[in-house]
């Protein structure tokens, strides 16, 4: 009698095995919040301080503005952003304050600028146009008062004592 050998009924793990454990889903970001340089941009144009902003009063021009949309480190977030814009040159820092260098100064004027004209073209172009002028006045010359020399008055004085 010669011993049979059985398979065991246990199954062994594989690869397909460990496959079929669920994935855990990944939570989809939910940042509704502008892009830190462009928050930090809004902060210092409304502060417009011309020696620069603290980083404390930019976090709370932002918070004030964004608070419900904000992580809860958004604070640690905003100083790594202001030293890489600084680094990027979109920045200057001044002792310890940012303020917008003079190449963003100048494209966010020019982007408002165009925004104004936009807007403007819009506003023109969806009412008719009504010609109304308005009538200037002419403008009457002032009369030139009388200039006094100074020699006038001492030839009074003289007389008078």
Same mark, same amino acid.
């Given at each position: 009698?010669?011993?049979?050998?059985?398979?065991?009924?246990?199954?062994?793990?594989?690869?397909?095995?460990?496959?079929?454990?669920?994935?855990?889903?990944?939570?989809?970001? &939910?940042?509704?919040?502008?892009?830190?340089?462009?928050?930090?941009?809004?902060?210092?144009?409304?502060?417009?301080?011309?020696? @620069?902003? #603290?980083?404390?009063?930019?976090?709370?021009?932002?918070?004030?503005?964004?608070?419900?949309?904000?992580?809860?480190?958004?604070?640690?977030?905003? #100083?790594?952003?202001?030293?890489?814009s600084v680094a990027k040159g979109?920045?200057?820092?001044?002792?310890?304050?940012?303020?917008?260098?003079e190449t963003t100064t100048r &494209?966010?004027?020019?982007?408002?600028?165009?925004?104004? $004209?936009?807007?403007?073209?819009?506003?023109?172009a969806s009412k008719p146009e $009504?010609?109304?002028?308005?009538?200037?006045?002419?403008?009457?010359?002032?009369?030139?008062? #009388?200039?006094? #020399?100074? @020699?006038?008055?001492?030839?009074?004085?003289?007389?008078?004592?």
């Amino acid at each position: 009698m010669a011993k049979e050998k059985t398979e065991s009924p246990t199954v062994k793990k594989t690869s397909i095995a460990s496959k079929e454990k669920p994935k855990k889903l990944k939570k989809p970001k &939910t940042t509704t919040h502008p892009p830190y340089f462009q928050m930090i941009k809004e902060a210092l144009m409304n502060l417009k301080e011309k020696n @620069g902003s #603290s980083p404390y009063a930019i976090a709370k021009q932002i918070e004030e503005k964004y608070k419900p949309v904000l992580p809860e480190n958004f604070r640690k977030t905003l #100083s790594l952003q202001l030293k890489n814009s600084v680094a990027k040159g979109k920045l200057v820092k001044i002792r310890a304050s940012y303020k917008l260098s003079e190449t963003t100064t100048r &494209t966010t004027r020019q982007q408002q600028q165009k925004k104004k $004209m936009e807007t403007r073209s819009k506003k023109a172009a969806s009412k008719p146009e $009504m010609v109304t002028k308005k009538k200037r006045r002419a403008k009457k010359p002032r009369q030139v008062k #009388s200039i006094k #020399s100074p @020699g006038s008055k001492k030839v009074l004085r003289a007389s008078a004592s």
